[in-house]
């Protein structure tokens, strides 16, 4: 297949810029509607229609022109790359997490306790606002962080770890973000090409933390106070029981009898 030449890959795809009547003119970048994404798509058809006429100009055999036209084809199919992955993504690496065996327990109390609460508080009976399968992909992503310290799973890859479906991950991941347990970050990065580098969607990351706005709201509502008789471990202060309570008479002595004999001994 010989080189397109760029009028006609204007002409295409960008029928505005040649005037060219619009309606007879297929168009395959529905994404491309504003100005200024028309005009990044035209500089993306250059650079495409450039990096082409490069590889054709390279290729030694049949074989590798083929090639070198699928691909142009290709990308000419599929479109500009920045209509390709989601609004908000941004090229970030995924944040370091400190999360320890405390904090995991606190994190893992706080769902507990609101997901009990929901439970006992539902409008329908037998409901529950947070679902058991939430508590699996926050373990997940919590055994993620303690051992590497970042979290960026697929979401098929963190399915698997939490023995749920995608669709569940999903669900619960909301779920979770809307409580404040976690923090999703989109991000995208740049991939090497034969036609050049391009923009893809890559895996999220994610903030495992303790619940914020919401959920802590909640866990104010639903967490149960101690049932410890002792003082908190967070005090400062030290009784000793001996303090607190009357020392125990001594074993086989009636009552009554003890105090007697302490009364006679101060008066003698």
Request: glycine share 6%; aromatic share 8%.
């Amino acid at each position: 297949m010989p080189a397109i030449p760029l009028s006609d890959v204007l002409q295409l795809h960008f029928p505005e810029v040649t005037g060219a009547p619009r309606d007879s003119v297929p168009s395959p970048t529905g994404k491309v509607t504003s100005p200024r994404s028309r005009n990044r798509a035209a500089a993306w058809a250059q650079d495409m229609a450039r990096a082409h006429a490069y590889m054709s100009s390279r290729a030694r055999s049949e074989a590798e022109q083929e090639a070198a036209d699928r691909l142009y084809e290709e990308a000419l199919r599929q479109g500009p790359d920045f209509t390709r992955y989601r609004t908000g993504s941004d090229f970030r690496e995924a944040p370091r997490l400190n999360i320890d065996r405390n904090a995991y327990a606190r994190i893992i109390f706080a769902l507990e306790m609101i997901e009990r609460g929901t439970y006992r508080h539902s409008r329908k009976k037998g409901k529950q606002g947070i679902p058991r399968t939430a508590a699996r992909v926050l373990k997940a992503l919590l055994g993620l962080a303690m051992r590497h310290g970042r979290v960026y799973p697929s979401l098929l890859g963190l399915a698997q770890l939490a023995c749920v479906c995608k669709q569940t991950v999903v669900e619960c991941l909301k779920l979770l973000e809307l409580y404040g347990f976690v923090v999703v970050h989109r991000r995208c990065k740049r991939i090497r090409t034969p036609l050049g580098f391009k923009v893809v969607q890559d895996t999220n990351a994610y903030t495992v933390q303790e619940p914020r706005g919401l959920g802590a709201l909640a866990l104010s509502v639903f967490q149960r106070a101690s049932e410890s008789r002792k003082l908190a471990a967070s005090s400062f202060q030290s009784h000793s029981i001996k303090e607190q309570k009357q020392n125990p008479l001594p074993w086989g002595i009636p009552d009554g009898v003890y105090g007697n004999l302490r009364v006679q001994w101060e008066a003698s």
